[in-house]
């Protein structure tokens, strides 16, 4: 999974739109995206937008913990205590003992 970001210009402003994807490999070896949530609009004139939520589980305390998502290129409000940047870029997925990166390649 991944995060996207959609960005539109109107009026002379930039708007940007995020959704969660996440990649497919179906049998034929094609590989297809699909949005797996549609997260809005984030911009400069409604920072309460900004403010999504990712749900981290601790392996060791066995619990869920709710952080806030904010993206790369933008730094985290001040007043924000329990926050987090991703940089997709050098996003890690493991699954079944198989390592790959945000963009599917394998890393062995």
């Known amino acids: 999974m991944f995060l996207r970001c959609h960005r539109r210009n109107k009026d002379g402003k930039e ?3 995020y959704s969660v994807e996440e ?4 049998s034929s070896g094609r590989v297809v995206q699909r949005r797996v949530q549609y997260l809005g609009e984030i911009n400069d004139s409604q920072q309460a937008a900004w403010r999504k939520t990712l749900e981290v589980f601790d392996e060791q305390q066995q ?6 998502l904010f993206a790369e290129d ?6 924000v205590i329990d926050s987090i940047q991703v940089k997709l870029s050098e996003m890690q997925m493991r699954v079944h ?3 790959a990166t945000a963009g599917g390649e394998p890393i062995d």
């Open 63 to 68: 619990r869920s913990t709710t952080l806030s």
């Open 97 to 99: 003992g198989r390592t």
């Open 23 to 26: 990649c497919r490999r179906l």
């Open 15 to 17: 708007y940007r739109y």
């Open 74 to 79: 933008r730094p985290a409000p001040a007043d």
